[in-house]
């Protein structure tokens, strides 16, 4: 894979501790790839499935999501909820072929802005890794 | 006549023509583009995809949207890039939904420059039919395993070897390009005398009268209880043509597209106000058996069925056409 | 007595108490029985069952095709009698446990079943146009016609069969069949074993097929919801209508998941699929990763939590960083 290739990710990040991780490693400076596009949800368990295959349909390299630690869930156990629908949706897309490595789910702090910018990093260099999503990407067909 | 043995199919490519024809993909007979004459399947009843994907395809791209500052600026029409094309080995059935199809898409002066472009491009090779499909009546509604409606060019199946009529000028222009022989003795005799094995016939001539005054629910709630409102009798139905069309944007693209829609969907008939006229099962099957056995009669004075009865065979739950045309008539 | 006389019977003592009974007539086109809505005695007496009577009727438990109602009119509240397989019982166990229908609300006349044909494998070995007069069961497996089958017609979905007598029923006195050992998940773990590149390649070309009819849906017994998120256009919508790759992808694992821990494995949506997508895999798959991962298996306990409804901090964490 050519080396220049960057690629496009969506991360959902939850508001009470992702989002906030984010920003602690912004104002700590701590560098990470500026690969990822950050849409913030109000809990990781509002994250449908669905969302990580729209993504991937509408031309995401790779999905990332982000979420409090079980047990620390501002809405007790949305996290807890939604960790089952990330294990079966990552099982599924293994069984289909299509490339589990692009699918990621991280459970990041508020105060963890060195673990934010350590997932990033990691999880750019697997996308990168595999390459560009081109699967079930739409692409630029229309 | 010319003749021509199936082990030198590669003649079809030969003549500059580009070629669709009946292709067994993962247990699926349909109309695709081929390019080895390996792919093409011979033996196969009837295709499980009509043929009219050729000239209507399930995804269709109608204008191209140009976008700026998330505005559109201009749509410009995209008409598909047609060579001249064989679609060859279409059942006479599906040849003859093209008459009421081709009068359909240019209905009343409206004319529909997407089929319309297909179609001109396109020389029909029908391939009779050498066994009778089942649950098929094309006898009854006007056609047969021979019949020659809309053919460019009538293949005949003898052996191992096709022999090749020409209908119309087209046709001919298009097996002069092949460079085919000229079919003698036996092969010649037997596409002449060929009578193949014609299916059951069916008394439908009342029937688009008969149905003038079975619109009310009664007559169509216990026939349709079983349905499940799939789309299966409508997507994989020769005649039937009914889309819907939508914007669709990716990145800074945009295009306007066309996609099969059919009557037994839920959000077919809904109104942008959320009201659906059409909400219950019995209406829906209504509206489809009304359309192609009343409503296409008195405004085309020919039949919206050919016969082909996939819809009788694909059924999941066995909703069988002609039962309940008899059904509903009583 | 035999099983389908005393169906027959019983069928009609509910035909007068129930809205209607649901059971299985002789269809007019490759063996396959049909779904009678039975009304009237009468009705009943065209019953039959064997082994084509493969449609999962309790869709019709779940299908409203009441008129709308007029103002005013109350609906109708009397219960439902459905002839059931032991696969079709376990829709019902899902059901209720889904607060779909309260159990006194369904009839449930259950029937031992030695496992039916798949019309697809039928048809491969006798021809689709065939002049078999009927199929029935004989002491050891199928007789067509009275004689031993050319092969093996035996529905994929009945090798995991472990319940031939159904787990449920409001009818006693059925006479039992003997229950073979069912098979596991050896079919998906094969399937995993490969490259998932081939995996992939496999998919791939299935989905392609996908016309999106929506028959698998509409099929299924547990896909109740008044509109499917597939569906839904406005605000916005998931998908797009276009039968092509990612969309059909999309369609497909949005419903496999969506069905995860639920499915029965009445393989519904594999018999109706005309254009033959392997989709008892997916659910399959699903059904595996239920079970080992979360201990959760369908249609046996109305009182088991869900899986997509409910939550254990212990679950198994096996890809989060």
Redesign the interface.
């Known amino acids: 894979m050519s080396d220049d290739f960057e690629p496009k990710i969506v991360a959902f990040l939850c508001n009470w501790c992702s989002y906030a991780g984010a920003d602690l490693a912004g104002t700590s400076r701590f560098q990470y790839p500026p690969n990822i596009r950050v849409i913030r949800v109000m809990c990781s368990g509002r994250v449908n499935p669905m969302f990580v295959s729209r993504a991937l349909v509408e031309g995401a390299d790779g999905v990332l999501i982000s979420g409090c630690h079980p047990g620390e869930c501002h809405y007790e156990k949305g996290n807890i909820i939604a960790k089952r629908r990330f294990e079966l949706m990552h099982e599924l897309l293994d069984f289909m072929g299509l490339d589990p490595g692009r699918f990621q789910v991280s459970w990041v702090s508020a105060s963890e802005g060195v673990k934010f910018q350590d997932v990033v990093t990691r999880f750019v260099d697997q996308v990168k890794e595999l390459g560009p999503a081109d699967k079930i990407n739409r692409g630029d067909e229309l | 006549m010319k003749v021509m043995d199936k082990t030198q199919l590669d003649k079809l490519f030969g003549a500059g023509y580009e070629v669709i024809a009946p292709v067994n993909t993962l247990g699926v007979v349909e109309y695709i583009k081929v390019t080895v004459p390996a792919q093409i399947e011979f033996d196969f009843y009837n295709s499980k995809k009509p043929a009219k994907s050729a000239f209507f395809p399930a995804t269709e791209k109608m204008f191209d949207i140009k976008m700026q500052d998330r505005k559109a600026v201009s749509m410009d029409e995209s008409l598909p890039e047609m060579k001249d094309t064989i679609l060859f080995g279409i059942r006479p059935c599906d040849a003859g939904s093209l008459t009421y199809m081709d009068q359909l898409f240019n209905w009343e002066g409206f004319e529909d420059p997407y089929w319309n472009a297909r179609r001109e491009a396109v020389t029909v090779f029908t391939l009779g039919c050498s066994k009778v499909c089942p649950n098929s009546f094309c006898t009854s509604v006007g056609g047969g395993p021979k019949s020659k409606t809309n053919a460019d060019v009538f293949v005949y199946e003898v052996g191992d070897k096709l022999v090749f009529e020409a209908i119309t000028d087209k046709g001919s222009a298009a097996l002069d390009k092949m460079g085919l022989e000229e079919a003698t003795g036996a092969e010649l005799e037997a596409a002449q005398n060929w009578e193949p094995a014609e299916p059951e016939v069916v008394d439908l001539d009342e029937t688009p009268t008969k149905l003038d005054d079975r619109w009310p629910d009664e007559h169509w709630v216990d026939v349709s209880l079983r349905c499940l409102n799939c789309g299966i009798c409508t997507f994989l139905c020769p005649t039937c043509h009914c889309f819907d069309i939508i914007d669709y944007k990716h990145r800074d693209k945009c295009a306007r597209c066309r996609v099969w829609d059919t009557c037994q969907f839920d959000d077919y008939t809904v109104h942008a106000s959320g009201h659906q006229p059409r909400e219950t099962k019995q209406s829906r099957v209504r509206n489809r058996i009304l359309h192609k056995f009343n409503y296409i009669p008195h405004n085309f004075d020919m039949f919206g069925c050919v016969g082909c009865g996939r819809c009788t065979s694909l059924c999941p739950v066995n909703i069988d056409l002609i039962e309940t045309i008899q059904e509903v008539e009583k | 007595m035999s099983n389908v006389d005393k169906m027959r019977e019983e069928a009609k003592k509910l035909v007068s108490e129930c809205r209607f009974v649901v059971g299985y007539e002789r ?4 063996h ?1 029985d ?2 009678l ?1 039975a009304k009237t005695p009468e009705d009943v007496d065209k019953f039959v069952f064997g082994p084509t009577s493969i ?1 999962n009727l309790t ?2 438990a779940v ?1 409203d ?1 009441r ?2 109602l007029k103002r005013g009119e109350s609906p109708d509240a009397r219960p439902i009698g459905i002839v059931c397989k032991g696969c079709d019982a376990k829709t019902i166990v899902e059901l209720v446990r889904e607060h779909i229908h309260a159990r006194d609300q369904v009839k449930i006349i259950g029937m031992p079943c030695k496992g039916t044909i798949d019309p697809k494998k039928f048809a491969m070995l006798y021809g ?2 065939n002049d078999v007069k009927q199929i029935t069961w004989g002491p050891d497996g199928f007789l067509v016609d009275g004689q031993a089958p050319k092969g093996d017609l035996l529905a994929g979905k009945c090798l995991h069969c472990k319940v031939r007598n159904p787990s449920v029923t409001d009818v006693d006195g059925m006479e039992q069949v003997d229950q073979p050992e069912a098979a596991g998940f050896e079919g998906i773990e094969s ?2 074993a490969m ?12 989905f ?2 996908c ?5 698998c ?3 299924c017994p547990l896909c109740y919801c008044h ?1 499917c ?1 597939i ?1 839904i ?1 406005k605000p916005f919508n ?10 059909n ?2 369609y497909h ?2 419903r ?2 969506h069905l ?1 821990g639920r499915c029965v494995d009445c393989g519904e949506c594999e ?2 699929c ?3 997508i392997p989709l008892r895999l ?1 659910n399959g ?2 059904a595996k ?2 079970y080992e ?2 201990n959760i298996e369908s249609g046996e306990d109305p009182d088991r939590p869900s ?2 409804g ?4 212990n ?7």
């Open positions: 269809g007019t086109f490759n396959l049909r779904a809505i449609p869709l019709y299908t095709f008129r709308p689709e146009d399937f995993e490259d998932p590149e081939d995996r992939w390649r496999f998919f791939e070309g299935q392609s097929k016309i999106r009819c929506y028959a849906r509409n099929a509109q998120s569906d256009q998931w998908t797009q209508k276009f039968t092509e790759l990612p969309d992808t999309f694992t949005m496999a998941l995860a018999r109706v005309p254009m033959d997916l798959k699903m990763v239920a991962n979360f899986l997509l409910g939550c254990d901090p679950d198994k964490e096996c890809f989060i960083w």
